[in-house]
């Protein structure tokens, strides 16, 4: 009587049993295609590492292209002795 438990694996009882796979593309990758600078998703993706490689080496590379002696006349904290400005009194 009790003893018999069944489950249903398909059918109306289950609508979320087989739930549809859906392949959705970055919107990134979606741009780099349709301006035809790749032509298919890996390419795009190899595009927009080569993107944020380039970025990340220039946010390291202009500071150091300035100078040690850039921003060297803004104040700093406990040593105002290289500060070349205005002095207020």
């Known amino acids: 009587m009790a003893d018999q438990i069944s489950f249903e694996s398909e059918g109306p009882g289950a609508p979320y049993a087989a ?3 859906i ?3 970055p919107s990134l990758v979606r741009l780099v295609m ?18 944020a490689v380039c970025i990340l080496l ?3 590379a202009v500071p150091s292209l300035l100078g ?3 921003g060297t ?4 904290a406990g040593n105002t002795s290289t500060y070349t400005g205005p002095v207020s009194r």
């Open 73 to 76: 006349n803004l104040p700093h």
């Open 68 to 70: 040690p002696s850039a």
């Open 19 to 21: 739930a549809p796979q």
């Open 34 to 51: 349709r301006l035809g600078l790749a032509g298919n998703e890996r390419v795009a993706k190899y595009i927009l590492l080569g993107v």
């Open 58 to 60: 220039a946010a390291v």
């Open 23 to 25: 392949n959705q593309v």
